[in-house]
C-alpha cells in the first residue's frame, strides 16, 4: 500500500477515537469506540495501537486490532481474551483443506469458529457433515451476529416479522462483541445512537423451526455417524451435564438463573427456576432448541444455547391493533408475522415456547468468560464420552469461506444467501385475502416462490388473465418491489387499502447480507477523494455518511473507519 | 420381481420389464425417523446418478436426503405424500412410495442388498 494512504488512514484513525472519546465523556458507553488499524508493519502497527489505547483510555482487552496479513485475509489479534486451548493453531485453513484426514487421524476434533457471519457459520458445518472422515465425531461451536435462522422447511413469510427484521433493532455496540471487527467486514464499530441495524433472515439445512441468534446465544453442532449409538437426546444430554456441571454452577453462581435443566419430550433443553420474576412458582423455560441433518450416515445435530441474550428482556415498538405503536418484546416483535393470517402453507411449523437466559450476565466481559466456560466445559465432556484426554480446539473463522481457501465452504455460503434458497425453498403455500378490511378480495398460490392461480374477486376475467391483469405472471413473491406499481387500480376494490394491505402482509425483501444501517445510504465517491489509493491494487469502493470506508484489494473488502 | 435395499435405508422394486424401479424408504427407516412432517419430492425428469440426494424428509426437526439407489430418470413421484406426509409412516414400502425411477442399467442392483442381507445388515 502507498505509504502516504497508509498514514492518512492511521492518523484520521487515531483523530477519530480521540474526538470520539470526547464526545461521549459522560455519556453511557458500553463499549469504547473502536476501529480497525491498516497498516502491514508491526511496529507501526504498534506505535498506533498505543497511542489509540492512551488516546480512549481502554485496557488492551477492550482493544481489538485487525492487520490484513500479506494475503489481506483479515486476522483478529486478541490482547487479552487469549484462546482456551494452548494448543489452538493460529492458521487452520489447511486443516479444513484436508478434512478428511484431519478427521481420519483425529477422530474426536474440536473446531470453535471465530466468525460471527451466520452464512459462514452453516457453511463451514456443512462442509464439516459432509467432508469429515465417516467414523469421526466433531464438536462445533459458534456464535452469530443478531439474526432469525428458519428451518429447512419453513415458511419466512409466515415464521417471523420481516419487516422488522430488515428494520432490525436500535444499533447497541455490545451486541456484537468484539467479533463484529474480525469478523463482519461491515464494520460498525461505534455505538451510533438512532441507527438501527438490521438482521439476518437465514435458511438454515436442518429441520425444525425458527429461532433467533445474538451475541447472548452460543451454538453447538455436533457431528456424528449416524449409527445405533445416535440419538437425539445424546449431545443434549451432554450440554445439560455440562449446565449441571460444578465447575458451572459454582464459578458463576451469583449469575446462574436456573436450578435444573433437562432434556424435554422434544429434545430441546429446559429450565427450572424458582423465583423468577420475584414470583413463588416453579417455572420452565426453554433454553436450548435442537435441530438435525441426517445425511449419508451422518449425523448432524446443532442447537442454540441461550446464556445471556440482551435483546430478551428488550422491547420494540410495532404497529398495535388499533393503530399507534405499542410496546413488544423484540423477540415476540421478530417473530410474529402480520402475514399469519392470510397464509395456508405446508411445511413445517414453529412450537412457540417462552425462552429464558440461562445467566444474569450483561457485562461483556463476564458474558465471553460464560462462553469460553461453557465451550470448555462441553468440550471436555466430549472428549471425556468419547475416551479421549485433552481438548485441543481448531479455530476457524471467515477466513476458511474465501474463495480461494475452500471453494466449496464459499459456494455454499454464497447459496445460502441467495434468495432462491430463502424464499424459493418455501414449501408451496396458499395467500388468500378474504378478510382484508373489504379492500380486496384476492388469491394466488406461491410455488417455489413463484406466484400462481391469481384470482381476484370483482375483477371480471378468465382464471389465467386475472393473473396478467395482477401484475403478477411470472413473478416471485419476494421479488416484487412495489404493489402500487404491480397491482393496477380497478374499479371492483380500493386500491390504496389492498396495495397499503400487501405491502405489510409481502414487505420489500432486502437482498441477504446487505449493508446493515438502517436508513445510512452508501454513497459512491472517487477514487480522487483518497489520493493515491488506487496503487497497489486498491480500490475504494464507497464511502458512508459516517465515515466508513470501504477498500477492496484482490477482491476482498477491508472496512475502515473514518 | 426384484427388490433391493440400501445401507441408507432405502428400497426399490422393480417393474416386470425390470425396466422401472420404485423407491422408498424401509420401515427400519420410517421408525428411526419418526413421525414424518414434510417430503420434498424430486421433479419427473430429473436424471440423477446413484448415490445423489434426489429428495428429503422432515421428522422431528430432522432434514433427512433421500439417495438415489440407482443411476436413472425420475419418471413419477408420489404426490400423495405432499398432502398426507405421515403416509410414510403408515406404510413406507407400500402406499409411501417416494418416486419410480427408470434405471439407466440394471446391473446397479446386484450391489444392493437382498432382503435377507439388509435384515442382517446392522443398522
Known sequence: MDASVRLHLLKSCISYATHDHVRKSGHRASMPPKALLLTSQPSLRNVVSRAWRAATSITPYQTSCFKPNKNWTLRSIDHGARPYSAKTKPTVSAVLKNIKDHTAEN????????SNNPYHNLAIENYLLRNSHAQS?????????????????????LECNIAKIQEGLPWNAADWDDGVLDNDRHVIAEERDGYNVSLDLVRRRSGGGTVIHDVGN??????????????RDKHAELIVRALMAPMTVTRFRDHVLYDNVHVNQR??????????????????FKVSGSAFKLTRGRALHHGTILHSSPNINR?????????????ASVFSAL????????????????????????FDVTDQVQRREVVRSLRKEIGQLFMDVNGMGDISVEEVGDEDCAVDMNGEIYRDAQELMTDDWRFCQTPTFEYRSEDAGGALKMRFQVKHGLIQNASLEHVELDAEQQLKFAGLEGKKLHEIQSWTSCLPPHAGFRHAKACAHLETVFPKIQPAGAAREGGAESTIIQEADLSGSNQDGIAVKRKAPGGRIELERGGENVVVER | MVKKYTEEHEWIEMDADNKIGTIGITEYASKALGDVVYVELPEVGLETAKGETIGA?????????????VTGKVTDVNEVLSEKPGTINKAPEGDGWFAKIEVTDAAELEGLMDKEAYDAFEK
Not at chain 1, 477422530?107 to 471465530?114: P, T
Not at chain 1, 452460543?218 to 440419538?231: E, M
Open chain 1, 107 to 114: 477422530i474426536v476434533s474440536i473446531f470453535h469458529s471465530r
Open chain 1, 137 to 157: 465425531k466433531i464438536l462445533l461451536f459458534y456464535t452469530n451476529r443478531p439474526c432469525v435462522v428458519i428451518g429447512r422447511n419453513q415458511n419466512p413469510w
Open chain 1, 218 to 231: 452460543l451454538n453447538f453442532s455436533f457431528i456424528v455417524p449416524n449409527d445405533k449409538d445416535f440419538t
Open chain 1, 335 to 358: 417473530l410474529s408475522s402480520p402475514a399469519k393470517p392470510f397464509l395456508e402453507a405446508k411445511g413445517v411449523g414453529s412450537v412457540r415456547s417462552p425462552v429464558h437466559n440461562l
Open chain 1, 315 to 327: 422491547q420494540v415498538f410495532v404497529a398495535g391493533d388499533e393503530g399507534g405503536q405499542v410496546a
Open chain 1, 267 to 284: 429434545h430441546d433443553i429446559v429450565m427450572t427456576c424458582a423465583n423468577v420474576d420475584g414470583g413463588n412458582t416453579q417455572k420452565e
Open chain 2, 57 to 69: 424428509v422432515e421428522s422431528v426437526k430432522s432434514a433427512s436426503d433421500i439417495m438415489s439407489p
